[in-house]
Nanobody, 123 residues
Framework: QVQLVESGGGLVQAGGSLRLSCAAS????????MGWYRQAPGKQRELVAA???????NYGDFVKGRLTISRDNAKNTVSLQMISLKPEDTAVYYC?????????????????WGQGTQVTVSS
């Protein structure tokens, strides 16, 4: 069973910083793309940032240099460093990963999500 566990959310004042981390565990053969999405109340889930196994990155249009995604392939982790946070960054942030793993029925490619971590930015 593959699991993604996030940590690092919380309450921060506008202009502050947070670092989110996500660790993947289970019978993992290979982790392909990893990323972060967010969902604010009443809004659709949107891409924040994604990173390939080769460290290629893709960011949401709103990021504008304030967020940096990184991963540690040896530890199966992905992190999101956020600076200059704004109240509009308030949302639940979800870790996502495309993982090849060993399951009871054999090798499987799957799209996995963490449980989400709340980020609240006060004005």
């Amino acid at each position: 069973q593959v699991q993604l566990v996030e940590s690092g959310g919380g309450l921060v004042q506008a202009g502050g910083s947070l670092r989110l981390s996500c660790a993947a565990s289970g019978s993992i053969l290979r982790i392909n793309a990893m990323g972060w999405y967010r969902q604010a109340p009443g809004k659709q889930r949107e891409l924040v940032a994604a990173i390939t196994s080769g460290a290629g990155t893709n960011y949401g249009d709103f990021v504008k240099g304030r967020l940096t995604i990184s991963r540690d392939n040896a530890k199966n982790t992905v992190s999101l460093q956020m600076i200059s946070l704004k109240p509009e960054d308030t949302a639940v942030y979800y870790c996502n990963a495309r993982i090849t793993s060993v399951q009871k029925m054999g090798v499987r490619d799957g799209d996995y999500w963490g449980q989400g971590t709340q980020v609240t930015v006060s004005s």
